[in-house]
């Protein structure tokens, strides 16, 4: 965005040194990072390998080539990302994405010949639940991010979101008006694990092998079970009544995948499910969060 058009989005009372100071990397870009990027770009998974976490990595690019130019913003894939030139958008985790101010200092920082500066940038670890701690949305959102989000966006890298079903925020993650992927104190019952275990098909992530750790899906397991709760530790509601669908091995005991079913003489069997075989379960959710099945036919 030219500078002129910047400044004219721009409220007259921010600080003079934000329009006028060169930024840096420590002072200015790092903690900007830190905020919006780095729950994705970080560690050993970052998407294409592009770390964010410090000026060297940054400086190093991902897998197909460096992502700032020093003194070509326009032509810095990173500038590019955030201003939605070249898709997906980022941060993933948008709309709202970086405001006009923002992308300006990421624009006049590149464009200065990308100044380090002299303060020191640090970003803690991706929080992991201490022992006796719940384990709450803050423990498994960059999870999400980083292997669901990248298609479960508004700006995914499939177009929209598959079936509509966004990852890219809490209250996304919980809805329910369609259909309840997550039912906050049964992980068995819930599709997105359904889907992260490989019990249903196709197997989620979609770009995966690799898929999610043992370690990463016990984490969503955990979180679930223990009432899915939010940043803050608050308890979600639960979906009562809301339809799920899911998909999984019957057993003999009318169980999918070891998950209880109430079935009853409402419910409708279509095609003759049997025992051992691959089946799509439709239903609603009790106060309990069982399933009530309306259908059950073999998928």
Not at 91 to 111: N, Q, S
Not at 131 to 143: F, L, Q, S, T
Not at 260 to 286: F, M, S
């Amino acid at each position: 965005m030219p500078w002129l058009a910047l400044r004219a989005l721009t409220p007259l009372v921010l600080s003079t040194s934000v329009l006028a100071a060169t930024p840096t990397y420590h002072d200015d870009i790092a903690p900007l990072l830190a905020k919006r990027c780095l729950i994705c770009h970080s560690g050993a998974n970052a998407p294409l390998g592009l770390r964010l976490d410090s000026l060297e990595s940054l400086l190093r690019g991902s897998q197909r080539g460096p992502v700032v130019r020093a003194g070509d913003a326009a032509g810095s894939e990173l500038l590019r990302r955030l201003t939605g030139s070249s898709q997906p958008r980022m941060p993933l985790t948008g709309p709202p994405f970086l405001d006009a101010v923002e992308i300006g200092m990421v624009e006049r920082w590149i464009d200065a010949g990308l100044p380090a500066g002299s303060a020191t940038a640090s970003r803690p670890a991706t929080p992991l639940p201490q022992p006796g701690e719940a384990v709450d949305y803050r423990h498994v959102e960059a999870i999400l991010l980083r292997r669901c989000a990248t298609c479960h966006s508004a700006n995914g890298l499939m177009g929209a979101a598959p079936e509509g079903y966004l990852l890219s925020s809490y209250a996304a993650t919980l809805a329910s008006d369609e259909r309840a992927r997550v039912v906050p104190g049964n992980a068995a019952a819930s599709e997105l694990v359904r889907r992260i275990r490989g019990q249903a098909r196709p197997r989620m992530p979609y770009d995966g092998p690799p898929y999610l750790t043992d370690a990463e899906i016990d984490l969503i397991v955990a979180w679930i079970e223990q009432g899915a709760r939010d940043a803050e530790g608050r308890l979600a509601p639960k979906p009562v009544g809301a339809k799920v669908r899911l998909h999984g091995r019957l057993d003999a005991h009318g169980k999918l995948d070891g998950l209880p079913l109430l079935i009853d003489t409402h419910t409708r069997l279509d095609d003759a499910p049997r025992p051992g075989t691959y089946v799509q379960v439709r239903g609603r959710l009790d106060a309990n969060g069982r399933v009530r099945v309306e259908r059950l036919r073999l998928r």
